[in-house]
C-alpha cells in the first residue's frame, strides 16, 4: 500500500468516526430519521448548532465588524424574476445521469472523477462527460449496471414554489444569500450614502436541489451561506493590500493545474499580486484576510490551500475567481469562493427591474462634454412607423449615444424588429451640445467572498479530531479552538457532596455571568466526565473537592482538555482567569 493510500484510508477512518461522534455527541445527524430520513438535510444537535453560531459570530466579527460592512437578512423565498435576471433559471444546472437499471440518479460529474483521473469533470461539457464515461465504461454506483450511453442531461438545482393562493406567483428558495444583497441595493447605497466602497454581509440558508447528496453535511441540499458583496468604484478604489501583503499562502494556480506535474506555490500575498499570479488586487485582498482568519477558528494549515478556477469552471462573469479549500479523506473540498464579478449582477437587475442600479460619482470638478441628443420629428416618425414610433425613438437614442458617426449622412439606418429602416437625419433632431455635469451615474463593481458554513464546521471538526493515551486508557477528544467550541468550560463537584455540589453551582453561575458557556456534570467517576467532555472539545474543566471547601483559600481544580495537565486557581479569580483564556490574553502554562 502507497502512502498517499495509506493516508487516505487513515482520514476516512476519521471521517467514518467523526460522523459517530457527531451523531451520538449532537454535533449533527440526517434529518427526519422517524420518518427514513432524507437525504442531503441535517440537523444541528445542541453542540453542533453551538459550534457553528460560534463560526457564525467569529465570521461576522472579521467580515462585517472589523472591516465596517453592513449585514442584512433578506428571505429566503423570491419571486421568479429575479432569478430570471441572475441566469439562475437557464444556467444554474449540474450534469444528471440516470442509471437504466435501478433508475437512480447520480451526479456525472462526480461518477466521472470517482473513477477516472479527471479531477475536476465539472469543467468538462456535457458531450464530453457522455464521452468519459463511454470510454472508461463507468457504473452505476448503485447496482453495478452500466452508464455507457446514458444521456447526460442539464438540470437545474432550483427548489420551486409558489407565492400566494390561486393563480400565485411563482418563485424559489434562493440558491445563494447574494441575490438578496443585489435586489435590495438601490436602497442598501442610501444606507451607504451612495459613497463607494461599501460591503454588505449576510449569513443564511440556501437551497440547492442537489442530485446526490454525500458525505455528510459536505454536500447537502440545505445548508448556511455567510457571504459579503464589496461594491467598488473599479476606476479608483483599491484595497489595502499592504495590510495583508506578509500574510503566506498556499496557491495552487490554474497554471500549475494545467501541468502534468503541476505543483502548489508558496508565497505571500504581495508576492503573489506583484508576480501576476493572482490578477486581481481585491480577490488577494480578501484572500490575505481569509487565510489567518481560518487559521484561527481551526482549520488546519498544512491542510489548506486557495486554488484558482480554470478557465472551464469559472462563471462567465467572474473575471477571477478563487476557492478555498481544505482537505478532508486526501480530496479537497471547497469552504468559499473569492470571486470579481464585474458590474454583471447589478447590470442584469437595472435590465430587468423598475430601479436604478447605479450610484452617482460626483466629479473633484465640474466637466464640460459633448452630448449626443435626438428629438425626432414625430409628424414624420407617426405616419411612417404608426404604433412603432416610440421603439424608433429608443433605437435612435441609442444610436446617438453609441456611434454619433451614423447620423453623418442624409440618412441613419436603425435595426427594427431584424428589418432595416433609412430614416432622414434631418427628422431625427439629432445634435451634439455641449453640457456642464457634475458627475456621472456608474454601475459598481462587485467582489464576492462567498463562505459555505456547514462545510467549515465539517473541516474544523475533522481537523481537530484526535486519539491518544492517557493513564492507560485510550481517548477521543476534540482539538478545537477555544473561541469556537460549543462549551468552554465544563464544572464538576467531585461527589454528590450537598455542599460541593452547591459550590460548584455557584461557580456555573458566575461563569455564565461572565459570558462563558458552561456545563455541569455531576455524573459518574470524575475520569468518566473529563473524557465526555473532551470528546465534545470542551477546552477547560473545573473540579470542586474538598480542599476547595476545607482550605483557607477556597480553589478549584483547572484542568485543560489537549494535556490534561492541572492547576489550583482561586476560585474569586475563575471568571476572570476563564475569560481571558478564552479570548487568548492568557495561556494555561503560564497559570501556575
Known amino acids: 500500500m502507497s502512502e498517499q493510500q495509506a493516508t ?91 442509471c437504466p437499471e435501478c433508475g437512480e440518479s447520480h451526479r456525472a460529474d462526480h461518477v466521472v472523477e470517482d473513477n477516472t483521473m479527471y479531477e475536476d469533470a465539472e469543467s468538462l461539457e456535457i458531450p464530453e462527460v457522455e464521452e468519459v464515461i463511454a470510454e472508461y465504461e463507468l457504473v452505476c454506483p448503485s447496482c453495478g449496471a452500466g452508464l455507457a450511453g446514458q444521456a447526460v442531461e442539464a438540470f437545474n438545482l432550483m427548489f420551486a414554489t409558489n407565492i400566494g ?12 444569500t447574494a441575490q438578496g444583497i443585489f435586489v435590495e441595493f438601490p436602497r442598501l447605497k442610501e444606507y451607504a450614502r451612495n459613497q463607494l466602497p461599501f460591503g454588505v454581509t449576510q449569513i443564511g440558508r440556501a437551497y440547492r436541489n442537489e442530485i446526490s447528496p454525500r458525505r455528510s453535511i459536505i454536500r447537502t441540499r440545505e445548508f448556511t451561506q455567510a457571504e459579503l458583496e464589496y461594491f467598488v468604484d473599479p476606476e479608483e478604489d483599491d484595497p489595502d493590500l499592504e495590510a495583508v501583503e506578509d500574510v503566506a499562502v498556499t496557491l495552487y494556480p490554474a497554471s500549475e493545474q494545467n501541468k502534468d506535474e503541476g505543483e502548489e506555490i508558496q508565497t505571500t500575498i504581495g508576492d503573489a499580486v506583484s508576480e501576476g499570479i493572482i490578477g486581481d488586487e481585491w480577490v488577494a485582498y480578501f484572500l490575505g484576510v481569509a487565510k489567518p482568519w481560518y487559521d484561527a ?28 479549500e481544505s482537505e478532508i479523506d486526501g480530496n479537497w473540498i471547497e469552504m468559499a469562493g473569492f470571486a470579481y464579478r464585474s458590474d454583471y449582477d447589478l447590470s442584469k437587475h437595472a435590465e430587468y427591474a423598475d430601479d436604478r442600479f447605479t450610484i452617482f460619482k ?21 405616419p411612417e412607423f404608426g404604433g412603432d414610433a416610440q421603439a424608433v425613438v429608443e433605437e435612435l437614442e441609442t444610436l446617438a449615444g453609441r456611434d454619433r458617426a451614423a ?51 465539517y473541516t474544523v471538526l475533522h481537523h481537530a479530531y484526535r486519539e491518544d493515551e492517557v493513564d492507560g486508557e485510550e481517548r477521543t477528544y476534540l ?34 455571568a461572565a459570558g462563558l458557556s458552561v456545563t455541569y456534570d455531576d455524573s459518574g467517576n470524575i475520569g468518566r466526565r473529563y473524557r465526555r467532555q473532551d470528546e465534545v472539545g470542551t477546552p477547560f474543566c473545573v473540579t470542586v473537592d474538598y480542599e476547595t471547601i476545607e482550605a483557607d483559600e477556597a480553589t478549584v481544580t483547572v484542568r485543560e482538555r489537549d494535556s490534561t495537565e492541572q492547576t489550583r486557581i482561586p476560585i474569586e479569580d475563575l471568571p476572570e482567569t476563564m475569560s481571558a483564556l478564552r479570548t487568548g490574553d492568557r495561556e494555561f502554562d503560564d497559570l501556575e
Open 8 to 98: 487516505t484510508d487513515a482520514s476516512e477512518a476519521t471521517s467514518e468516526k467523526l460522523v459517530e461522534l457527531a451523531k451520538r455527541r449532537g454535533y449533527f445527524f440526517q434529518s427526519s430519521g422517524a420518518y427514513g430520513g432524507v437525504g442531503g438535510f441535517y440537523t444541528f444537535g445542541p453542540q453542533g448548532a453551538a459550534l457553528k453560531g460560534n463560526v457564525e459570530d467569529a465570521w461576522r466579527d472579521r467580515f462585517a465588524v472589523a472591516e465596517g460592512n453592513m449585514e442584512i437578512d433578506a428571505p429566503t423565498i423570491m419571486p421568479e424574476p429575479v432569478f430570471e435576471a441572475s441566469g439562475h433559471l437557464d444556467g444554474f444546472d449540474d450534469m444528471l445521469v440516470e
Open 165 to 176: 393562493p390561486g393563480d400565485s406567483q411563482p418563485g424559489y428558495l434562493r440558491p445563494e
Open 297 to 324: 477558528v481551526g482549520v488546519d494549515m498544512d491542510r489548506f490551500r486557495f486554488r484558482q478556477h480554470l478557465s472551464g469552471e469559472r462563471a462567465h462573469y467572474a473575471a477571477d475567481c478563487w476557492d478555498a
Open 362 to 382: 460626483q466629479y473633484d470638478e465640474p466637466k464640460t462634454v459633448e452630448r449626443a441628443t435626438v428629438d425626432p420629428d414625430m409628424s414624420y416618425l407617426g
Open 407 to 457: 447620423f453623418d449622412g442624409d440618412t441613419v439606418e436603425i435595426e427594427l424588429e431584424g428589418e432595416t429602416h433609412e430614416i432622414p437625419v434631418e427628422k431625427t433632431g439629432f445634435s451634439v451640445d455641449e453640457e456642464t455635469i457634475a458627475g456621472e451615474h456608474i454601475v459598481p463593481h462587485v467582489v464576492e467572498p462567498s463562505f459555505g458554513v456547514d462545510r467549515l464546521v
Open 479 to 512: 482539538e478545537l479552538e477555544p473561541e469556537v467550541a460549543p462549551t468552554f468550560v465544563g464544572v464538576f463537584p467531585l461527589q454528590s457532596d450537598a455542599e460541593l455540589v452547591d459550590e460548584a453551582s455557584a461557580i456555573v453561575d458566575d461563569l455564565r
